[in-house]
């Protein structure tokens, strides 16, 4: 469930994310032949067109190459699930972690909304807060205006700053050589 405030940021990052990096992944259900109508009468992905496909989550994530590692991390920007507590995020989370691994990622990082639910949410899916060093390098914990790759989030009724959680998703890259450089799309260049 997207925050008001934060709705126009999350259409260009989900429909226009190149420049931002950024890909978004979707959950759906089974198409069915008829619209079939959920339990609070919203009809299935928020539509009501015969055959419609029903969205049921959606999560959009930030790849970052390292400066110096063979490998990326991953920011999640955004999740939205159709129904919370059905079990639906962890289900995306869990897809969403397989096909990181397979794009090289190690870390995911994310900045949860300090609402109740988000972190119970988070902290189950295995994130938390770094207890002592992050697992990213100090160069990639920089803010993108600073000129670094790490998007901060900030809590949009307070202004405050949001705690970054962190997940291990897969082994640490190699470090680069000097003759070897990582490129934004995966091979050596």
């Known amino acids: 469930n997207t925050y008001n405030e934060e709705r126009e940021l999350v259409k260009v990052r989900v429909h226009n994310g190149e420049p931002w990096r950024c890909r978004t992944w979707v959950l759906v259900g089974p198409s069915d032949s008829r619209p079939a109508e959920a339990e609070d009468g919203d009809s299935t992905g928020g539509t009501s067109t015969k055959g419609a496909v029903p969205y049921l989550a959606a999560v959009t994530c930030r790849i970052n ?8 991390w991953a920011q999640i920007l955004n999740m939205s699930v159709k129904r919370e507590r059905s079990g639906l995020g962890t289900i995306l989370m869990a897809g969403l972690e397989v096909l990181l691994r397979r794009e090289a990622v190690d870390v995911v990082v994310l900045y949860p909304a300090e609402n109740g639910r988000a972190p119970a949410f988070w902290s189950l899916t295995g994130f938390s807060a770094p207890k002592e060093a992050s ?13 670094g790759p790490l998007l901060p989030e900030f809590d949009a009724g307070t202004g405050v700053a949001l705690p970054r959680w962190e997940k291990r998703v897969g082994p640490v890259g190699a470090p680069t050589s000097d003759a070897e450089e990582f490129s934004e799309h995966g091979t050596s260049r």
């Open 135 to 147: 697992q990213l390098p100090p160069e990639e914990l920089v803010s993108h205006e600073l000129g």
């Open 65 to 72: 190459v390292y400066r110096h590692r063979q490998n990326r």
